[in-house]
């Protein structure tokens, strides 16, 4: 089956710990995107990636950071700078750029206590 | 810049009554449009797209939506609401390819027996 898997489902942390979710797609896509999802809110971008080795900040990427050593995976590591870590975060990845539909994974749900 | 609207936040219908759920999108230049849905701690599915050809567009589970440029909308609507569409509702707006997608609040649509 193709699609985007994000390990794990639930997971909890105490403050103070970094911590990395994992986002890995057999689509064969280029590009691939970490969201941050809020109650009662839309998606924010956190950051982006066009190609491998290469990426790009979204609309709050302070607290978080990101690498892209392998076309298929995008891992997203929430550091102890993000203020208000807790938050259910959502990979997704694209044939290219923007104006393409955006494929999902199920999602993280993070609790920092 | 660009922005999108989702007026609003819960809708509540009768299963097998219209469902309506309204976006409205600001921009200069032609969009792509998105309509996403989200189920309980889930990633997101897309429903329909619309990238310029026919101004009436077809999804999944018996959505539609019509782009209507000179109202700047693009509004979702199904004829008949069973209980299984009851989730979140997601407008996304794409201005050309390389831009990235501007996600509307959302819209929760619950639907009653």
């Known amino acids: 089956d193709g699609g985007i898997t994000q390990s794990p489902k639930y997971l909890f942390r105490k403050e103070g710990q970094n911590v990395t979710l994992s986002c890995e797609q057999n689509l064969n896509h280029d590009a691939m995107y970490w969201y941050r999802q809020d109650p009662g809110q839309g998606l924010r971008l956190i950051y982006y990636?066009?190609?491998?080795?290469?990426?790009q900040k979204g609309d709050i990427a302070e607290g978080y950071s990101v690498s892209r050593e392998k076309k298929e995976s995008f891992p997203l590591t929430v550091t102890s700078a993000q203020k208000n870590p807790t938050a259910f975060y959502l990979c997704?990845?694209?044939?290219?750029?923007?104006?393409?539909?955006?494929?999902f994974g199920p999602g993280t749900r993070l609790t920092v206590t | 810049a660009q922005s999108v609207t989702q007026l609003d936040s819960h809708v509540s219908v009768s299963e097998g009554t219209p469902v309506l759920l309204r976006c409205n999108y600001s921009?200069?230049?032609?969009?792509?449009l998105f309509w996403y849905v989200q189920h309980p701690n889930k990633g997101l599915q897309l429903l329909l797209k619309y990238t310029s050809a026919a101004t009436l567009v077809k999804g999944i589970n018996g959505f539609e939506a019509e782009f209507k440029k000179s109202e700047t909308s693009f509004h979702l609507t199904k004829p008949s609401a069973h209980m299984s569409d009851a989730a979140e509702y997601f407008c996304?707006?794409?201005?050309?390819?390389?831009?990235?997608?501007?996600f509307g609040g959302g819209t929760r649509l619950m639907v009653k027996p």
């Open positions: 996304v707006v794409s201005f050309n390819a390389g831009n990235m997608l501007t």
């Open positions: 997704a990845s694209s044939n290219e750029v923007g104006g393409f539909e955006q494929y």
């Open positions: 921009s200069s230049y032609s969009p792509s």
């Open positions: 990636s066009q190609i491998v080795n290469d990426f």
